[in-house]
């Protein structure tokens, strides 16, 4: 019989000196991918939900929020449509989360990490099913979107299908642009200003302004989840040869870099405030920025940076739905 190093049994047996121990729900994984395919899952809906990585998802969220801020700012929000776009952008994050569990779990990349649990390099579910819940969530999102395309116009499918091909190829596919330091322009394109501008017009007709602008801080502040990601991941990923920006930057660059996506937000914010002064009540999220910055900038690592990609998604909403008022409220 196989014995595989499972979440619990990473959680239980006591760690040596010289690694990291994992936080409650995270596990260092130890197991080979191949063994993923072998055997019965034995992966529980608590395993299955952590797979999708549920402290990512704000940056689904929060631009679906702000685009409908923009559109109700206008007289011209549509809850329904809301609804769809939002659906479209969750659908699209839990299947890219799981389509680079399955992509880095046949790669190997997943073998050795401190973080959420892989479902593929864990042994816990197979490849092929983590593979059809990815291809699942895809579909939704393609579902939603075609009805969004059906209400709008046709053209919606060009923005929808690059949105999908970026999500898979993120880490799929013989040349992932995930391993070669674009992970984070694809975030601020397709999690900024694909889906804030994309909600916004969806419900309007028309794409103002204040939907592009407000785009910019939703996207730096997803690409600061990614960011402060990867950094943990710098060891292992320069191991396996995964080239991301992370590995690229180097450690205190990095740092410096997720810092950067976490102050220019409330910059971008502040020259928002010259056309809609209400854009400053985004100024209350300061103090969600403060505990994660602080432990980045004070050389936090493993746990310590889950901690910190945790308190940057609470960042991330509180900012997302403070402008999102700010935008809605017109004075």
């Not at 760690?15 to 395919?37: E, F, K, L, M, Q």
């Not at 549509?78 to 479209?88: E, G, I, N, P, Y």
């Not at 040869?241 to 502040?270: E, M, N, S």
């Amino acid at each position: 019989m196989q014995i595989r190093v499972t979440e619990a049994a990473a959680i239980t047996r006591p760690a040596p000196a010289d690694r990291a121990v994992p936080a409650p729900g995270y596990a260092v994984v130890r197991c080979r991918a191949s063994d993923a395919s072998e055997g019965m899952a034995v992966a529980s809906v608590r395993d299955w939900v952590a797979g999708a990585r549920p402290r990512t998802l704000p940056a689904a969220i929060v631009p679906v929020v702000v685009g409908s801020g923009v559109a109700a700012g206008y007289g011209r929000f549509s809850a329904w449509r809301a609804a769809l776009a939002l659906a479209v952008a969750l659908a699209l994050q839990v299947g890219v989360n799981y389509a680079n569990d399955y992509s880095d779990g046949i790669r190997g990349t997943d073998e050795r990490r401190v973080g959420p649990v892989r479902l593929v390099a864990s042994g816990l579910v197979p490849a092929r099913r983590v593979l059809a819940a990815a291809l699942g969530c895809f579909a939704v999102a393609c579902l939603a979107g075609l009805v969004l395309a059906a209400v709008t116009t046709w053209w919606l499918l060009l923005p929808g299908a690059a949105a999908v091909a970026a999500a898979w190829f993120y880490t799929g596919g013989r040349h992932p642009y995930g391993y070669r330091a674009l992970g984070e322009v694809s975030v601020f394109l397709f999690f900024g200003l694909a889906a804030v501008a994309g909600t916004a017009y969806v419900q309007m007709g028309r794409m103002p302004w204040l939907a592009v602008a407000a785009a910019a801080p939703v996207g730096l502040l997803a690409c600061a989840l990614l960011v402060i990601n990867n950094l943990r991941d710098i060891p292992t990923d320069t191991v396996t040869g995964k080239r991301t920006l992370a590995v690229v930057l180097g450690d205190h660059r990095t740092r410096l870099l997720y810092v950067a996506c976490v102050v220019i937000p409330f910059g971008v914010a502040a020259a928002i405030a010259a056309a809609d002064p209400l854009a400053l009540i985004v100024l209350a999220a300061v103090p969600f920025a403060l505990a994660p910055v602080r432990l980045v900038r004070h050389g936090a690592s493993g746990p310590g940076l889950i901690t910190a990609l945790g308190q940057t998604g609470r960042l991330q909403l509180a900012f997302g739905l403070l402008l999102t008022l700010g935008l809605a409220i017109r004075l």
